[in-house]
């Protein structure tokens, strides 16, 4: 499969609870990006990591990157009903292709 | 800057029918992506531009399906004789060489096969 893995594959957290997700890779990677899907629309990019950052922050998001272990993670603090989306990891091959895991369905109830 | 468009937002057609997708992407964007989606799964890469060269194309675009971009603007997308197979949404996106590869998508294209 030309898909990275992504766990878990559906979370449902109560409003104000963190969420974390996983995602694993195959190959070499120049950076990881985080893209989050509403139901039925296109993707919007959250928040990219290079490969020589071990994490970053962009408001309620943080994302680490382990590149020995081929892993990355994405945690929402505080979450809210608006967060409800599904949640991709994406990674550059060199090459400039760029891959998605199979995502995470989160769901954050109020 | 309009964003990325994408026309149809839905097509309906008979199983052996030829489909067109258009995508309009970023004006000052150079690289142009054409994804496609099933239900429950992620974005799988199709094909990508660098300007009006395709650099890469997947080996799931089978021998029905042909992308091309002119001019280095527009892209389209063919299906020819479709299958129910085909079924899915096709996403376009586009970035900016040089940088970071940050997608920009459109709000895709959904397709049914009859």
């Known amino acids: 499969s030309q898909q990275g893995e992504e766990d878990p594959q559906a979370l449902s957290i109560q409003e104000g609870e963190n969420a974390t997700m996983n995602c694993s890779y195959k190959t070499s990677i120049n950076n990881l990006q985080w893209y989050r899907q509403n139901s039925g629309r296109g993707l919007v990019h959250l928040i990219l990591i290079r490969s020589n950052e071990r994490e970053k922050h962009s408001g309620r998001l943080r994302v680490t990157l382990d590149t020995s272990k081929k892993s990355s993670s994405l945690l929402i603090t505080a979450s809210r009903a608006a967060d409800t989306a599904s949640y991709f990891c994406?990674?550059?091959?060199?090459?400039?292709?760029?891959?998605f895991g199979a995502g995470t369905i989160l769901r954050v109830k109020s | 800057d309009t964003g990325v468009s994408q026309d149809p937002r839905h097509k309906i057609t008979k199983r052996g029918q030829n489909v067109t997708f258009r995508c309009d992407p970023i004006s000052e964007h150079n690289r142009l992506y054409w994804y496609r989606q099933t239900l429950g799964q992620g974005p799988e890469f199709l094909t990508y531009?660098?300007?009006?060269?395709?650099?890469?194309k997947s080996r799931l675009l089978s021998d029905r399906f042909s992308a091309e971009r002119p001019k280095g603007s527009f892209s389209t997308l063919e299906i020819q004789r479709t299958e129910q197979g085909d079924s899915a949404m096709y996403l376009c996106a586009s970035s900016l060489s040089g940088a970071t590869g940050e997608l920009f998508f459109g709000e895709g294209s959904r397709l049914t096969v009859l």
């Open positions: 994406v990674y550059m091959e060199y090459g400039n292709k760029l891959v």
């Open positions: 531009f660098q300007n009006e060269a395709q650099l890469e």
